[in-house]
């Protein structure tokens, strides 16, 4: 398809650019017409378009310039070195394939790269540096097409070859340095980070969780060791520190699921520590939105070191790490089941397609390649497993040292940053390390979790500080989103300390600081824009009233409990209850310590207050799945909406949170009987709703979690139940009234 641009008679790039064409129809001196060629197709590529309406003007009359000397090259085949003639036309036709894909014709781009790779396969002198340069270029090309369609096995097939010639290419600069100076050495580095990015994400792609995470902390450390004070002209890109930080926080969140911390918070603070420096090494300014999600980062990291140490109080260092890993649920597929990839060119559709290439293995050119052959472009650096390093124990690579006897090998380092990293790691988990007091041995305990309340609060208090820090940026007027998820951050890291916490007085006041931090901005938001978050807050919200009442309900039950087992005390009780001082002075000194306290009275009104709110909150979530005209409007309306089919991926909390309400309303402990008969009506109606859903989404119902389905059958046996204790309260509602 031809492409036409406005004709600019005063335009001087395109009035060269039209002479160049012209000159090349002329085949004579046809290197150094070329050569102008270049000059000029660099420049005009260059030049920011002139109009809005016009983006690509410069890069179609930079077309027709490599159209022209594709043409001028081809008449020269019969009369030329053939071998030199098509190393131009490869050159042009990669030329050709960056400009489409750049203009976002990216199939017809896809051609020409697979003509340029082709040439430069059947070319004699293949092991040469300009060949290797442009054909590693070509398969890189390719390889970025394919992996944005994802199809990360078709990638492969191009990112692989790359590494096959990475590879061999060390040898052939070894065997001829002559060739080879230091800035060829320094692109084809970069032209191998460029490589095993691509491996990662096609790794990543295939679902080869391990072979993937050792592709990208390969292409972080070679990234950042490229990119330490390089010189402006050395950089084939801008260093992109968000984009490194955020693939270094998704590499920590790799090594959380195996149970490598050490390794995962060295991540986190290098993510930090580069997102507080490099915009300072680029003369920007620092983004404060930016640095606090990594902030938020850091303390859902330590938030997740108290859940991990909560498994570690139950079990030894090696079944804690084996529980971890499996509920991580990192599924990894260490072996992909294909065949093997070969290379097709139907796609050329003339006489270069048939054309066969010499293939040679030793040389870097393999037929065929398989998945698992990127493996060979990996160094052994990145397989490296988190160990603790013995005393006297030193194999040269970078150490962490936490505290006295305590020194960690982590599983990727960064030399540039490292000492910075050190640093931060030593400040924020100097008091956790202090607070165990003493040595650990790191062959029983895992050395980055916590052991008792003492050590849970140090990790406590630093996840506290960075999601704070967090909120200092992240306000809900402007933030809305940020904010939220940041209070829903904090609330769980109190959720994790709960754990640990013995007094259940304490207990009880966490449970109240979390409502404190989710209750005003569940009043604040629009639970129309904020569906989620809305459901989100509510559930949780209703959860914690309910521990609240169930608490106190528990604790009467226990004095209850104590009263009945205090029996032969119950006159010496009631003396005391009545301050019968002079009565308890007649009772033989032996009886004097075997005086029961009198159990406390339940506070009705306080655990009623905490069932209704919980119950608001349920009903509040519940209702968001429905219009508001369709909604019950009351606990206890209709069950029409059992019919509607809810979506399986929050069918199973909309049935537990009927099921908690109906199960509170049932224990409303009010001295009032009509009050009691109120919510006994509303709890059978939760409980019919369930059986109602039940009944109509059988198939739905029997994917559920064996536990969510034994739930569901002892509430339909509720619903079969709850009507003999309604009648019997309603009998005795009667027999009251009756009596007044």
């Not at 062959?443 to 630093?462: G, M, N, P, S, V």
């Not at 029996?567 to 032996?590: E, N, S, Y």
Request: with cysteine; net charge negative.
């Amino acid at each position: 398809m031809a492409v036409t641009i406005s004709a600019d008679s005063d335009d001087p790039h395109i009035l060269l650019a039209d002479a160049v064409c012209v000159e090349l129809k002329d085949p004579s001196d046809f290197d150094r017409k070329l050569e102008n060629m270049w000059d000029v197709y660099d420049t005009l590529i260059k030049l920011p378009p002139s109009r809005e309406t016009e983006p690509y003007k410069y890069y179609y009359k930079g077309r027709e310039l490599l159209d022209a000397a594709s043409k001028a090259a081809r008449e020269l085949i019969a009369a030329s070195d053939r071998v030199e003639v098509e190393w131009h036309l490869m050159a042009i036709d990669l030329a050709m394939g960056r400009n489409l894909y750049w203009c976002e014709e990216v199939q017809r781009a896809e051609i020409r790269f697979m003509r340029a790779l082709k040439l430069g396969l059947l070319a004699p002198q293949r092991k040469e540096k300009k060949y290797i340069f442009a054909i590693v270029d070509c398969l890189q090309q390719l390889g970025n097409i394919w992996l944005e369609r994802g199809d990360w096995t078709k990638a492969m097939n191009f990112l692989v070859r790359a590494a096959y010639i990475h590879v061999t290419a060390v040898g052939v600069k070894r065997g001829d340095d002559a060739q080879w100076d230091n800035s060829d050495s320094a692109t084809l580095e970069k032209l191998k980070t460029l490589t095993v990015y691509g491996l990662a994400r096609a790794y990543g792609g295939l679902g080869m969780v391990a072979s993937a995470s050792r592709a990208c902390s390969m292409t972080l450390s070679r990234q950042l060791e490229h990119n330490v004070d390089p010189l402006e002209e050395e950089k084939d890109a801008p260093f992109n520190y968000r984009e490194w930080a955020r693939n270094a926080i998704g590499l920590a969140d790799y090594y959380i699921g195996r149970g490598e911390f050490w390794t995962a918070e060295y991540l986190m603070h290098a993510a930090r520590v580069i997102s507080v420096e490099w915009p300072e090494k680029l003369g920007e300014v620092k983004s404060d939105e930016f640095l606090a999600e990594i902030w938020r980062d850091i303390g859902r990291f330590y938030r997740t070191r108290l859940e991990i140490s909560k498994f570690h109080a139950k079990l030894n260092a090696d079944e804690c790490l084996a529980l971890w890993r499996c509920n991580a649920e990192v599924k990894e597929n260490d072996e992909v089941t294909e065949g093997v990839l070969g290379l097709h060119w139907e796609c050329l559709g003339d006489d270069l397609a048939s054309r066969a290439v010499e293939w040679d293995s030793q040389q870097g050119f393999p037929e065929t390649v398989s998945v698992n052959d990127g493996a060979l472009l990996l160094d052994e650096r990145s397989a490296v497993a988190e160990r603790i390093v013995e005393n006297g124990d030193d194999d040269k690579m970078l150490t962490i040292r936490l505290a006295e006897g305590l020194v960690v090998e982590t599983a990727i380092s960064f030399p540039s940053i490292h000492s910075s990293i050190e640093k931060a790691m030593q400040v924020h988990n100097k008091a956790f390390l202090e607070a165990h007091e003493g040595v650990m041995d790191h062959e029983k305990h895992l050395t980055f979790c916590a052991k008792d309340y003492a050590t849970a609060r140090e990790l406590f208090k630093i996840g506290q500080y960075f999601d704070q820090q967090a909120l200092t940026v992240f306000v809900l007027e402007g933030y809305a989103s940020d904010h939220i998820q940041t209070v829903q951050e904090l609330a769980r890291l109190h959720e994790a300390l709960e754990f640990w916490e013995v007094d259940q007085g304490r207990v009880k006041a966490l449970l109240k600081r979390r409502v404190r931090l989710l209750e005003p901005i569940l009043k604040e938001i629009n639970p129309m824009v904020y569906v989620q978050f809305d459901r989100q807050l509510s559930f949780e919200i209703a959860e914690i009233y309910r521990r609240l009442a169930e608490g106190l309900l528990e604790k009467d039950e226990e004095n209850r409990a104590v009263a009945a087992a205090s029996k032969p005390l119950l006159a010496t009780t009631a003396l005391l209850a009545k301050a019968d001082w002079g009565a308890i002075r007649t009772l033989p000194p032996v009886l004097w310590h075997r005086i029961a306290p009198c159990p406390l009275a339940l506070d009705t009104d306080q655990v009623r207050r905490y069932i209704l709110k919980s119950v608001k909150n349920f009903t509040h979530f519940i209702d968001s799945f429905y219009p508001p005209a369709t909604r019950e409007g009351t606990v206890s309306g209709s069950h029409q909406n059992a019919k509607e089919r809810l979506d399986d991926a929050v069918v199973q909390h909309v049935i537990s949170a009927r099921e908690q309400t109906a199960r509170l309303l049932s224990k409303d402990p009010s001295p009032n009987a009509s009050e009691r008969l109120r919510s006994l009506l509303a709890a059978l109606s939760h409980y019919e709703w369930v059986k109602a859903y039940a009944s109509h989404h059988q198939q739905q119902i029997l994917k559920l979690p064996e536990e969510s389905q034994e739930a569901i059958r002892l509430t339909i046996q509720m619903a079969g139940l709850l009507p003999i204790q309604i009648a019997r309260l309603k009998r005795q509602c009667l027999t009251h009234v009756r009596s007044t």
